[in-house]
């Protein structure tokens, strides 16, 4: 610990010295990515350097969990960095309220941008978007390609094919079918409601009409998914109830487990865990040949400090954010996070590659709950966490959930009323 | 007549105690019953009176969570009242008895867990009792017992129970220790009298230590009682901030936490935190009261 801070203090102190002697403009980004900062000083920050003469670039994370905190009053005292990492939706949307970010949408590289991968840093009506959409986390299924061989099974594309699929496990044996558990609650929510909900509500096309009050959560579309839900609790392990997100990572990763409903985060992780070979596939859909949708789900964003003294030079930086370079050196040195830019990027990890790849089959969307309709109390993303263990336990019917979620949106959700 | 000369050295020496804990107690406390008069209304803070009360009480949504989580204290105090301290006075009797061996160690081994942290605590329970990788469902299939396994802390009706329990075993040594320096006090003469009379044993117990450690057991219950109603960190650690499963192990503690903090995209809310630590300082100073005017003052004394 001490040591490394000792690297750091000398790593800081070099930068120091070699902006010294230069006529230099320094950028200082601020992040709660602390776990990336080799990342940044080895590869991203020598790559912008040596196209940028002139400007240099310093990368000062903190923990993540007083990210927010440290921000906000660094913000309040002036004395924050150039560049701000900005949270998605609205822990960034008020800071650019309280004119902290500079609105960014005249920006040309913005245009490299889809209007989903925006949505996270715009206002409500969309008109100022003021971060640079920077990595996105894909949903879908990861599974044993080993298991799958052993018992001569398909990756299952229709929800037909996925339940035959665990059928086959639960009946072998020798693996529990879908490492999953519902004590941390978050992941039933997470890995499965959001997981394989976008198909049910046509992605983009429902999670906007529930925003505007067109459809309801009592609507089949947003139902349907937990009656799937109850179907799971049938292949998970014993006492799932009080299994927790690290005992389904590691009963997946010691290979005891065939499927796991997983986010794109975890790839390298398992990378370093499994000795068997996994692969990924998407939400199966209803029928084969439908439109598929994928929760591709903003996760990091990157814009300015209003207060910035260099402008011009944060800017130059930001529209390399969006350029195809960057996202070839961000996704490769941390594969499961996903550049947004609409730039071709070439992805090495074959694990990471298979989610990377359905961005050309499937509709993107974003989770359900996470824009403007968690803001009030009873906060409807926490709500779905709890519908959704108790989807998986059958403790309530799909229907009772849906109502008791409608209720509580549209208790202080105008749209919805 | 000389006018009295003020008593300086009373104030120097009651100052720096008075100081600290008006700063770090009296203040906080008062300024949090003061913040939950207020709310925050398009990033104003507003003077609402007993608004905040009314919602915690009324409101269906609140409510509903407020009398849950009250109803799961009720009921992880009284399963501490009727395991924690019965056992406690159990242990202590044992262990003040004059012939039993490695008396000091037993106590020892009893009382460890009251020092360790709640987390080591949480954590270490949480892994016994996995379904998965805990010690817990191969030990009752060594006994033959696996069909009683069920992974209580994932099941809404055994949870707080379990948790509870898990609670008693951390805590029972510290009723065991006050009922054991209770029973160390009684005079042996009493004990010879009581024997020359014909009380011995398990009637010693019952006719004369009983009644004479009354006290000390009433002031366990009350620790018990404010422990209990203040408790928060054991069900933060092992089952998280929203007291899962579905609210079944959501005491008035994380019951606050949540809402003054916020909690993953909820944002934080300190004026209804506030409401709601203001009515866990009510309920308890309530039960307080009680005990004192009550139950200690009918409470009969014995000169020993």
């Known amino acids: ?417 | 007549m000389q006018p009295r000369r003020i008593r300086w050295h009373i104030v120097v020496f009651l100052a720096p105690a008075v100081l600290v804990y008006t700063a770090v107690m009296i203040f906080p406390l008062f300024n949090t019953l003061r913040l939950a008069l207020y709310s925050r209304i398009d990033q104003e803070r507003i003077f609402v009176g007993l608004e905040n009360f009314r919602t915690l009480f009324f409101d269906p949504f609140w409510a509903e969570q407020f009398w849950n989580a009250l109803g799961n204290n009720f009921w992880f105090f009284i399963v501490h009242m009727l395991v924690q301290n019965p056992i406690g006075v159990a242990l202590a009797a044992i262990l003040s008895h004059p012939r039993l061996r490695f008396a000091a160690l037993y106590r020892s081994a009893i009382f460890i867990p009251t020092i360790l942290s709640f987390v080591i605590v949480g954590f270490a329970w949480k892994l016994i009792l996995s379904p998965i990788w805990g010690i817990a469902p191969s030990m009752l299939d060594m006994v033959g017992l696996k069909s009683l396994f069920a992974p209580w802390l994932g099941k809404e009706e055994y949870a707080l129970t379990t948790l509870a329990m898990v609670s008693v075993w951390q805590f029972v040594g510290i009723p065991m220790m006050l009922i054991y320096a209770a029973l160390l006090t009684i005079p042996e003469e009493i004990l010879e009298a009581g024997e020359i009379d014909g009380i011995t044993g398990f009637a010693a117990f019952w006719k004369i230590k009983l009644p004479l450690i009354l006290p000390s057991i009433g002031i366990i219950s009350i620790l018990t009682f404010v422990g209990n109603f203040n408790a928060f960190d054991l069900i933060y650690t092992t089952q998280g901030a929203l007291a899962g499963p579905d609210f079944s192990t959501d005491i008035l503690g994380t019951f606050m936490y949540r809402t003054f903090f916020g909690f993953q995209l909820q944002l934080g809310d300190p004026h209804m935190g506030s409401a709601i630590a203001s009515a866990m300082f009510a309920i308890i100073l309530v039960g307080v009261c009680i005990y004192l005017f009550g139950i200690q003052t009918r409470m009969r004394r014995y000169q020993m």
């Open chain 1, 1 to 417: 610990m001490t040591r490394n801070i000792l690297k750091m203090a000398l790593a800081s102190t070099a930068l120091v010295a070699s902006t010294a002697y230069a006529d230099d403009v320094t950028l200082i980004i601020e992040s709660w990515r602390n776990d990336d900062l080799a990342l940044w000083q080895e590869k991203i920050i020598p790559a912008f350097e040596a196209e940028n003469p002139g400007i240099k670039v310093k990368f000062t994370p903190s923990a993540p969990a007083e990210y927010n905190a440290v921000l906000n009053s660094k913000l309040e005292a002036g004395s924050a960095g150039d560049l701000i990492t900005c949270r998605p939706f609205d822990a960034s949307l008020a800071l650019y309220d309280a004119g902290h970010l500079s609105d960014l949408s005249d920006m040309e590289a913005m245009g490299n941008f889809s209007d989903v991968a925006k949505s996270a840093w715009q206002t409500d009506d969309g008109s100022a978007s003021f971060c640079v959409p920077m990595a996105s986390v894909i949903h879908g299924f990861i599974y044993n390609k080993d298991a799958f061989a052993e018992l001569g099974l398909e990756v299952p594309q229709t929800e037909a094919e996925f339940f035959a699929a665990l059928d086959a496990f639960k009946e072998e044996g020798s693996y529990i079918p879908m490492a999953m558990g519902t004590n941390d609650q978050w992941e039933a929510a997470t890995m499965g409601y959001n997981n394989i909900g976008p198909n049910y509500w046509k992605g983009e096309e429902g999670r906007r009409a529930l925003i505007a009050g067109e459809q309801k959560l009592t609507d089949a579309q947003w139902v349907a998914p937990y009656a799937t839900l109850a179907k799971w609790s049938a292949y998970l392990g014993d006492g799932y109830e009080a299994q927790t997100y690290p005992d389904s990572q590691n009963l997946f990763t010691l290979g005891r487990a065939a499927v796991y409903p997983a986010g794109s985060w975890e790839v390298s992780g398992f990378n370093n865990l499994a000795d068997f070979e996994m692969g990924a596939f998407k939400p199966p859909v209803m029928n084969a040949g439908d439109t598929c949708y994928i929760s591709d789900h903003t996760d990091i964003g990157i814009g300015m400090n209003a207060a910035s003294a260099n402008p011009e030079a944060a800017r130059t930086f930001l529209a390399w954010v969006g350029s195809s370079e960057f996202a070839t050196i961000f996704a490769n040195a941390l594969p499961g996070f996903y550049p947004l830019s609409n730039a071709p990027v070439e992805i090495e990890d074959p694990l990471a590659k298979d989610f990377i790849s359905w961005r050309d089959e499937c509709e993107s969307t974003i989770r359900s709950t996470y824009q403007i309709l968690s803001r009030g109390t009873p906060n409807l993303e926490n709500d779905t966490w709890g519908a959704s263990v108790a989807a998986i336990k059958g403790t309530e019917t799909p229907e009772a959930l849906g109502a008791k979620l409608q209720d509580g949106l549209a208790s202080w959700y105008a749209p919805q009323q």
